[in-house]
């Protein structure tokens, strides 16, 4: 599978950039499961794969109406948990033969993107609930 065929649109900006982006991150795991189910006749880390890349975003969507500020807090930090076990997964298809390198680095990079993203937000949040 040509690294374009579940390729992400690059760079958005604005007060929901994250729920965008692990959005478009999710339509790209599906587009991956179809492909290493369909093509490669993996199922059962297509299948973990699927189902943790997915959770990403439904959990960043549900912080956004989070009934508190720790109900915020704590639906990102799953987002992130479920962001570093999609980065997990993925780097076990690559070693595995299952994804191609450009296919893996490009993924991979999302993935990474997100963590990133997280990682500042729970931070800043973390750092902001001390503070007061």
């Known amino acids: ?30 587009r991956l499961y179809r492909f290493l189910t369909e093509e490669k006749h993996e199922f059962v880390l297509a299948k973990q794969l699927l189902r943790s890349g997915t959770s990403i975003g439904a959990n960043i969507r549900e912080a956004l109406r989070g009934q508190s500020r720790a ?11 479920e962001a570093e076990e999609t ?6 298809l690559n070693e595995s033969g299952y994804l191609d390198k450009a296919g893996f680095e490009s993924i991979c990079e999302d993935c990474q993107e997100l963590i990133r993203l997280l990682v500042s937000i729970t931070k800043t949040l973390r750092n902001s ?4």
């Open 1 to 30: 599978m040509r690294n374009e065929e579940f390729g992400m649109e690059k760079k958005k900006s604005g007060p929901n950039a994250i729920a965008e982006k692990s959005k478009r991150f999710a339509l790209r795991i599906i």
């Open 71 to 81: 109900d915020f807090y704590a639906k990102l930090s799953i987002s992130l948990k």
């Open 87 to 92: 980065l997990y997964w993925l780097e076990l």
């Open 129 to 132: 609930t001390k503070d007061r």
